[in-house]
């Protein structure tokens, strides 16, 4: 049986709350399908190209043929054990009335050096007070 509007419009309210509450679990419950199975096989479809041209290459006497295949398997391996990319979170924060509003992008972090320069400063100042 199929959902009413209004408890398709509660449903969907609800997802952005739990979106915004908690944006971890959010990404973690939204069904990804099969991109890791997909990620695996890319990468052992790219090393088994490679690894192919690189016995190609020494077959033939070939080495840019097999330098080439070394780099192809080297960025298939590289490829296959490197982290899925995320998608990104949710955009907005959702209202008391369910209204959503534009997320404010996160502050800029000072570079680690700049945040040590600051707390020596800081503690320069208290002892000689």
């Known amino acids: ?3 009413s509007e209004f408890e398709q419009r509660v449903l ?12 971890r679990l959010a990404s973690t419950m939204q ?3 099969h991109s890791g199975m997909r990620h695996w096989i890319v990468a052992g479809l790219g090393a088994v ?6 016995v190609g290459g020494a077959a033939l006497s070939q080495v ?3 330098v080439v295949g070394f780099l192809v398997m080297f960025a298939a391996v590289a490829y296959g054990f490197s982290p899925p990319r995320r998608k990104k979170g949710p ?3 959702v209202g008391r009335d369910g209204s959503v509003a534009p997320r404010r992008p996160a502050a800029r972090r000072q570079p680690f050096m700049s945040r040590l320069e600051e707390r020596w ?3 320069r100042d208290e002892r000689g007070r």
Not at 15 to 20: D, I, P, T
């Open 1 to 3: 049986m199929p959902l």
């Open 12 to 23: 969907e309210q609800m997802e952005r709350q739990l979106a915004s509450d908690d944006p």
């Open 91 to 93: 955009q907005g924060v």
């Open 64 to 66: 840019w043929l097999g």
């Open 49 to 54: 190209v490679g690894l192919l041209a690189l």
């Open 121 to 123: 400063d800081r503690r």
């Open 31 to 33: 069904s990804g399908g």
